[in-house]
């Protein structure tokens, strides 16, 4: 038995270690045809777990990184990660191939940014949505999404007929509870200006616990969330998380009721097109312009270690046009978010939350 | 197996009861003075005064009990928070104290006291946790339920697999597939019968894989789970992100089966929306398990099932064929497994998403193993992880002071509870994971 057990074990290696290899030959022509190019400046990207193509901020990053690369005449170089465990190797195959700018999407990557960048001084990072790390070589991307979220708040507020507007998010990470955060106290603003009561599920700014599906799966754990805050009566909904919305979207469906959807990250109305007569309105986080600029500059050989922070002044992040609602939401509503977005701006209206950018 | 002891005996008795008809053999009764029952009793006696009473809030728990859409309307329930958590903390003593007195005269705690003292501590700590908030009962049970749909279907299949003497680790891999398979056939065909086949027929193929390695090749049936599931995991994120996210309007947006109320059943105040007003995939649920539960013990198919899985080297004396058995068994338990697949994307999100499984497969295999390979027992394990999961999800929405990270852990938490506390030692099915070599 034993030894079958074993046998059987070694054949398992034996089998991953080929696919692990045949792995490593598939990338290696990309290298090439990269050196090949016009410039020898090789820009790279690492995934978290949700891959380019999670409607969201990976794809939001690699299209900017894309459209960057395309200007400059090079071929970027990108691998995806499956779990956090690809994250160290993933970026370690990137620095084998020689690259001259590593981009790593997400905050759960900075651990192991850390550890490379660290190892590796001559080549430059660039993480975003964290700005933990501080060394030479790495530039934080990260955005103050709250003043965004603010507004969406506000929004969100004006438009509810129930009083209730809800919250979920994917995980308890800073760059998701950002959102949350400003969506609250952006309710919280509306309520104060007309002197209304509309209440915020799934959120607790003041305790920082809430609502989380665990992780960015748009699985059945998502719609069973969204459904919670449908149970509480919610008609405006904010699911923070990547891909989680589009379980939030089938919740809606089932209650065949009149509730409606912010998105996050991209202008959902257009990411998402099955769906998009329920988005009110999305919170916008331009990871693409973040990419896009340090790509340029890292080309230019002008790159430095201070942080690019998205804000509503320099447009990295901002409030997606209501599209099919324009004609919905309350007149004036746009004239009010623009006295506020300008009061923001100022600094007139303080908008704060424990995991804004330093 | 004491069953047919006691009637040997009976006949033994009856046989030689024409000589002396006074000889009828009494057995003895050895009977056992067992204390986890009243031990669990009294922890959650405690953690009840501690939480519901002493840490007891002063306001009103609201418990709305019908949906908009009942035709019976039912009033909501305001219980006042902490006169309520006083009253069931008692309650919960006295029931603790009966436990302890049934012990002291070595009879067993009864299992409608658990059920009891269990619905008591859950009335008790719903109302501590939703204090100046409202709960709705059906919503509550209604995501429960729905949580735990993919679990009890991954469970039967487990469970089929096992009893036949095959451990079926690839649960997760037969759900990803089949989840797969159906949002691309149905999308295509526009016919989401034809993609509930479709995933029978994944979940199907998968277990052929696990099937051959394990009953031909004698591989070790845990290292083919695990590849199986490494393997349909990087094959369908591969399809995904190459091909389905290109043309997610042809390949997935599936038809979605639509609810099917049940007339009258439906109608029923609370259990009815949960239980009777489901999609298809729901009731099939229903059947598959009522079968299986009574066709493992009660059929032919299932004596020579269960043979094959106890001891092989007797089943083969007597002319089972061990090898077909297991392998149409084994397969069996992959198309059941399928169709919880085809619950992810058919019944309930509408298109089939990177990894959306999450982990449910492994929840699956260890509700089998809490069930004791039982699948009524399987049933309830995996509706009460389903439950917990959702209560969970209910009270981080309405706030509660628990940090979310603790809340997560909480259907794990119970899942262990429940195992140390009231299921014990479990012994599987004795021939699973050993190949069967004939000669």
Redesign the interface.
Known sequence: ?ST??RK??F??LA?LGAIALLAGCASAPAANTASAGASNFIPCMVSDAG???DKSFNQSGFEGLKAAAAKLGVTPITT?S?AETDFAPNIQSLVDQGCNLITTVGFLLADATKASALANPTINFAIIDDSSIVAPNVKPIVFDTAQAAFLAGYVAASYSTTGVV?T?GGM?IPPVTIFMDGFVDGVAYYNAQKSASVKV??W?VA??????T??F?????A???A???I??NADVIFPVGG?IF??A??AI?DSAKPIVMIGVDADAFLTAP?ISSLFLTSVLKQVGVGVSDVTNAAAAGTFDNTPFVGTLANDGVGLAPFHDFSAKVKSGLQAELDVIKAGIIAGTIPVVSPSSPK | MSVTTTNSNNASSAASGANSPSQVIVREKEAIRSWKAPISFAVFAALGVVLFWILGRDAVSNFRLSTDTDVIQLASVDLPTQLTGIVISLALILITAYSFWLSVVKRPTPIWVVTVYGVLFMVGFLTWAGAGESILVPGLLLGAVGLSIPLIFGAMGGIISERVGVVNIAIEGQLLAGAFVSAVVASVTGNAYLGLIAAMAAGMLVSFVLATFSIKYLVDQVIVGVVLNVLVLGLTSFFYSSILTENSSLLNSPPRFDRIEIPLLSQIPIVGPVLFRQTLIVYLMYIIVAVVAYALVKTKWGLRLRSVGEHPQAADTVGINVYMTRFWNVSLAGAIAGIGGAYFTLGSVGSFQKDMTAGAGFIALAAVIFGRWDPIRALLAALLFGFATNLQSVLAIIGSPVPSEFMLMLPYVVTIIAVAGFVGKVRGPAASGKPYIKG
């Open positions: 038995m079958i057990t059987a074990a054949a398992g089998s891959g380019f193509d995806q499956a809800g979920f308890q599920v799934g607790d305790a920082q616990t809430g609502s989380f665990g992780g799966a748009a699985g059945v754990e719609k069973t969330a459904q919670g805050l149970d509480q891909p589009l379980s979207a089938e469906k099955d």
